[in-house]
């Protein structure tokens, strides 16, 4: 006999959901693993616990969403680790959306010593999860919008995103986006980003790649990859 359960029926039918948006037959034991990984039913709260670290928001590549979801603090960040230890290119890493494939993409050109940054997200595991990833340009900026530490006036000049959930075509506005309302993720919070510039894995030319200002969100291209910044992991889950 089937249990009526959001999104699908409870049965003993072999139907794998792959995300809280699909619908179908789905076993209990399906249901309540999804339910385990946060993938199924409402959205989490910003800044909640979710998949191995905390839900960042969402983002949206070629039609896919995912759950964004930010490595905690004490093992996922790094106060101090370079783009590349030279400023040469680096074919692919480039996207202003797939962390993943940049990540994957430095850590496949060079060792460590290349790739400090990519390398420790790549090589992490958190949670019994292994794919973390150095968050792309418009990944970086989803976490700044919705976990944005401090009351600073934001940056008037960066902010449009079109891959954010919802997509944002403009850029910010002095007091939009406030500061999280996720208190952990408050300057002083336990999870807070610092008041730093944050590397992203989006490499702009032989010499510079992307990062953004934790303060007031300001996106910045002019350092160049052997310069040391703050680096955090993600991953993302899809829904």
């Known amino acids: 006999m089937s ?14 959901p792959t995300g809280f948006r699909a619908s179908g037959i789905w076993t209990l034991d399906q249901a309540m693993q999804l339910q385990k990984q946060g993938t199924w039913g409402t959205l989490p709260a910003i800044g909640s616990a979710l998949s191995g670290g905390y839900f960042a928001g969402q983002i949206n590549q070629s039609g896919t969403i995912y759950n964004l979801v930010v490595g905690p603090v004490a093992s996922a ?11 040469t290119a680096t074919a692919g890493a480039d996207s202003v959306i797939d962390g993943p494939q940049n990540t994957a993409d430095m850590v496949a050109d060079g060792n460590s010593t290349v790739y400090p940054a990519a390398h420790f997200c790549n090589d992490l595991v958190i949670g019994g999860f292994s794919d973390w990833y150095m968050p792309a340009k418009n990944e970086l ?5 919705n976990l944005k530490p401090t009351t600073e006036n934001n940056n008037l000049a960066s902010g449009t995103n079109t891959n ?8 910010y506005t002095s007091g939009n986006p406030a500061q999280t309302s996720s208190a952990d993720f408050r300057i002083t919070g336990t999870e807070d980003f ?38 955090r992991a993600v991953r993302r889950v899809a829904v």
């Open 3 to 16: 249990q009526k359960y959001p999104g699908g029926f409870i049965t003993k039918s072999p139907v794998a």
């Open 164 to 171: 954010a959930v919802p997509s944002r075509g403009s850029n």
């Open 77 to 87: 960040q790094n106060t101090s680790k370079t783009f590349k230890n030279a400023q």
């Open 194 to 231: 610092a008041e730093s510039y944050y590397w992203s894995s989006t490499e702009v030319s032989a010499t510079n790649a992307w990062r953004a200002a934790f303060t007031n969100g300001y996106q910045d291209s002019t350092n160049g990859k052997d310069y040391p910044s703050h680096v």
């Open 141 to 145: 900026e989803v976490c700044y919008y």
